[in-house]
């Protein structure tokens, strides 16, 4: 699918040289993106009693959230695919010590137009550690936006992770790349969230790959620990729920996210199978 605003001129040329990227959002979203849903606690043994539309006893607490499938291509659900992503960049650069800094590295014309991106890319690597950066994610940016709101066919590299810029302008007069240093980072996630937001999309193509001393054959990594959803009060497990009261007596999805509810209205699905509040 065409990324909404993109010039033809450049889209032909992109389809010439064989990459047909996106940018994120530009798919087709799953049914259920964005829906509502509910995961909550059932262990009313141990949450104290509330009132709840006149009715006193034990309660279970309920929590509001968004399904996502976490798909780059989605257009309801890419943010949620970037935030993940952006926390995986943070987490690894983690551990190496040092500030992270953001550089652009931006292809030669004549390069551009001969070399298939994959040659592309590893010439960007050798670039950029010639100029003394020593190593971490990249994310390539096949667009870039002009003016007027368009994305123009521009190519080019973003990295984060480490290392000291040096001879940049002779580099440019040796090889024609141009290499920004756009200096240290306070917020590593930020970065990575903006870059992503307007990355180039493929299916057979990694959006963040790894070089230099954070390739994946020099630095092994532990994974990013899963999000752990726990009840706020007892602290147990939440599990999915699915409601089976008046629609009508349902708090405001937008306005609470979390809630005291009878359990009488809830029930838990497991694999397959119901079990009842």
């Not at 690894?92 to 890319?121: A, N, T």
Request: glycine share 10%; charged share 25%; net charge positive.
């Amino acid at each position: 699918m065409q990324a909404q605003g993109i010039l033809p001129i450049a889209r032909n040329i992109f389809e010439v040289q064989g990459l047909d990227w996106q940018l994120p959002g530009h798919g087709t979203a799953y049914s259920d993106c964005g829906s509502w849903r509910a995961r909550g606690c059932m262990h009313v043994e141990d949450h104290p009693n509330r009132t709840l539309d006149g009715l006193e006893g034990p309660q279970i607490v309920v929590e509001w959230y968004k399904r996502s499938c976490f798909r780059a291509v989605c257009p309801t659900c890419y943010e949620s695919w970037a935030g993940r992503e952006a926390g995986k960049i943070a987490h690894r650069l983690s551990f190496r010590k040092g500030q992270v800094i953001h550089v652009i590295v931006s292809p030669s014309d004549s390069d551009v137009s001969s070399m298939p991106y994959d040659k592309l890319r590893a010439k960007c690597y050798r670039i950029a550690r010639k100029h003394g950066f020593r190593g971490g994610s990249c994310i390539f940016h096949p667009f870039r936006e002009d003016d007027r709101g368009l994305w123009r066919f521009s190519p080019h590299f973003h990295l984060i992770g480490y290392g000291w810029i040096v001879e940049t302008r002779q580099g440019y007069h040796d090889h024609g790349w141009i290499v920004k240093n756009l200096g240290s980072r306070e917020s590593v996630v930020a970065t990575a969230l903006y870059q992503l937001s307007h990355a180039g999309i493929k299916a057979d193509r990694h959006t963040v790959t790894w070089f230099g001393s954070f390739a994946q054959i020099k630095l092994k990594t532990p994974p990013v620990a899963e999000k752990e959803h726990v009840c706020p009060v007892c602290g147990a497990e939440l599990v999915e729920l699915i409601y089976v009261g008046r629609e009508s007596d349902l708090q405001d999805r937008q306005a609470e996210r979390w809630f005291y509810s009878s359990p009488e209205l809830w029930f838990e699905r497991q694999m397959g199978s119901v079990r009842w509040g």
